[in-house]
């Protein structure tokens, strides 16, 4: 049985407190005026500002924005306090105080980051730091444009090998033995007609027509037909993926989409039904029947098994992860801590 006494949590994944790290040209960072760099990178803007860490409290500084990420250097603290956040793991940026607020660092900023970072920074009122660091950090964490160049396009670093390229489709059917007597490419999708969320080539069953196709679209959500994911060299069992069908209340049926299911159950040779794997809750499965989805139910589709795997929706999800994140984030009390951790049921949501 776990212990109840949990230690504290430790922040050096988090802020790295290391003083003797190094630039390029071998100086200390914090013996530098600039900030450690990526090729293309440049600074924005940089600012005096106190950082308001949940593990050793107010920590003088200086924060600097680039077109690629927020670092803060502590100026007062040995070893030095650290803080390197790419631009993209920012999720929410808000003001904490007004012009009258009095009270001790109760003015600045409040950032709050996608792995599960939040970030406060006390700043003066007098000359609009808390402005125009909003202002810069607002531009590049959340462009407005798709004219606005990301870093990633400005890096000027020169690679061997086109990072575009690396992943061939057709070359990777063929490395699992595809297409072969049983499954064929399709270019159906090429110009993604059939499915906007599918890659441009499909492989399907060989005796399943691009017509065939069309019509079991027509019958799954976002016509995200099943298609194969991946194969088995040896016995040549498949993966599929696909949406769920468009049952809807009345209990519709579509003979394509059925006569499809028995073509994929053929191709994969001896075997008597096809496994479906349901990632939703049994109770959410029925109640997508409300809004025209649903399942595919034994009725239709008796030489199919059906198992719900019982993951909940986005909106689940995320409740928990933020539970989670109030636990880990800066630390709860020992005592309280593995009572917190089952309450977020977090541990439940992944054993899948």
């Known amino acids: ?18 003083s003797k ?39 003088k500084g200086r924060v600097y924005i680039t077109n690629y990420r927020l670092y ?48 406060r920074f006390a700043l003066k009122q007098e000359g609009h730091s808390r402005r125009d660091i909003f202002e810069v950090l607002t531009k590049y964490a959340f462009p407005q444009s798709h004219n606005s160049l990301f870093f990633a396009f400005l890096n000027e670093e020169k690679f061997p090998e086109n990072g575009w390229m690396v992943y061939n489709p057709m070359s ?17 999708n090429e110009h993604y007609g059939l499915c906007d969320t599918y890659p441009s080539l499909l492989v399907v069953p060989y005796n399943a027509t691009d017509d065939d196709l069309k019509k079991v679209a027509a019958f799954r959500s976002r016509n995200r037909i099943p298609v194969l994911s991946w194969i088995h060299p040896e016995t040549q069992a498949v993966i599929m993926r696909c949406s769920q069908p468009l049952v809807g209340m009345s209990g519709k049926r579509n003979k394509d989409d059925e006569r499809y299911l028995d073509i994929i159950r053929e191709a994969n040779g001896q075997i008597s039904k096809l496994t479906i794997y349901d990632a939703r809750p049994n109770v959410n499965a029925v109640a997508n029947k409300a809004t025209g989805g649903g399942y595919e139910g034994e009725d239709a589709y008796p030489n199919a098994e059906l198992f719900f795997l019982d993951i909940h929706n986005i909106h689940v999800m995320r409740e928990s992860l933020k539970k989670l ?28």
């Open 72 to 119: 803060l250097r502590s100026v007062e603290n040995d070893p030095v306090v650290v803080l390197n956040v790419p631009l993209g793991v920012i999720s929410r940026i808000e003001k904490m105080g007004g012009a009258s607020s009095r009270g001790e660092n109760s003015y600045g900023l409040d950032i709050t980051c996608k792995d599960m970072r939040n970030l």
């Open 325 to 352: 994140k109030d636990i880990v984030y800066p630390n709860v009390e020992e005592s309280h801590w593995l009572s917190s951790l089952e309450s977020t049921h977090w541990l439940e949501h992944i054993k899948v």
């Open 172 to 188: 990777e059917y063929r490395r699992q033995g595809l297409p072969n007597e049983r499954w064929r490419v399709t270019f159906i």
């Open 21 to 59: 790290r190094t630039l390029k040209d071998g100086t200390n960072w914090e013996q530098n005026e600039e900030i450690p760099r990526l090729p293309g990178e440049t600074r924005v803007t940089d600012k005096d500002v106190i950082y308001m860490c949940p593990f050793n409290g107010p920590v």
């Open 1 to 18: 049985m776990a212990s109840s006494s949990t230690p504290k949590y430790n922040s050096n994944s988090l802020e790295s407190s290391s």
